[in-house]
Nanobody, 114 residues
Framework: VQLQASGGGLVQAGGSLRLSCEPSGTIFPISNIGWYRQAPGKQRGMVALISGGVSAHYVDSVTGRFTISRDHAKNTVDLQMSRLTPEDTGVYYC?????????WGQGTLVTVSS
């Protein structure tokens, strides 16, 4: 199983970016799928997660600004990020728990300039 992430880049504060993650093949059921972030000098932490295929969870700092969604037709999980701040800068990793095993994408860099 592989996770292919895309969509990172450089954006000014207040701007928006959309990240996309595509698991390889047809995978069902997925326990949890979402996005983690590792900011410079900090540990990796959860940003947004869909658990049990239906429930979305967000870290407090992104609530109201980020939206996670699944596109079943494209087999992707997307993270729409709005009103970005420099504190959102980091490497974003797609994550999936499938049949009891954790999988990670390669990471995509998001840089928010002030």
């Amino acid at each position: 199983v592989q996770l292919q992430a895309s969509g990172g880049g450089l954006v000014q504060a207040g701007g928006s970016l959309r990240l996309s993650c595509e698991p390889s093949g047809t995978i069902f059921p997925i326990s949890n799928i979402g996005w983690y972030r590792q900011a410079p000098g900090k540990q990796r932490g959860m940003v947004a997660l869909i658990s049990g295929g239906v429930s979305a969870h967000y870290v407090d700092s992104v609530t109201g600004r980020f939206t996670i969604s699944r596109d079943h037709a494209k087999n992707t999980v997307d993270l729409q990020m709005s009103r970005l701040t420099p504190e959102d800068t980091g490497v974003y990793y797609c994550y999936m728990n499938y049949r009891g095993t954790d999988y990670w994408g390669q990471g995509t860099l998001v840089t928010v300039s002030s």
